[in-house]
């Protein structure tokens, strides 16, 4: 199964930024929309930010938008996310993951698949 593979995660104090990469080494999700999800520890898998095949119909959960950007590359076949002013609740592993759909408004976990190992976001307060 093709995984996606995540990375740029770290620890910073509160007020920081974060740029997250989520690489599809198969092109595999060139024609998919993507999204990025996170695990806060002892928590469900919660929807973060999407986006569509083409980089368009972006869409995020309501506590990011204004302070994160997803964005893509599908020349470089990956996914970012651009996480600024960041918060301690913001504290996480963070997954991206591919829809079979190329353009999507899911917030649903199991929509989307491929997921990769995580990467773990700090913030410090």
């Known amino acids: 199964q093709v995984r996606l593979v995540e990375s740029g995660g770290g620890l910073v104090q509160a007020g920081g930024s974060l740029r997250l990469s989520c690489v599809d080494s198969?092109?595999?999700?060139?024609?998919?929309?993507v999204a990025w999800f996170r695990r806060p520890q002892g928590k469900e898998r919660e929807f973060v930010a999407g986006i569509g095949w083409n980089g368009g119909n972006r869409y995020y959960e309501a506590s990011v938008e204004g302070r994160f950007t997803i964005s893509r590359d599908n020349t470089r076949n990956t996914v970012y996310l651009q996480m600024n002013n960041l918060q301690p609740e913001d504290t996480a592993v963070y997954y991206c993951g591919k829809s079979r759909r190329a353009i999507s408004s899911s917030r649903l976990e199991s929509d989307f698949g491929s997921w990769g190992q995580g990467t773990q976001v700090t913030i410090s307060s």
């Open positions: 198969r092109r595999t999700f060139t024609n998919n929309a």
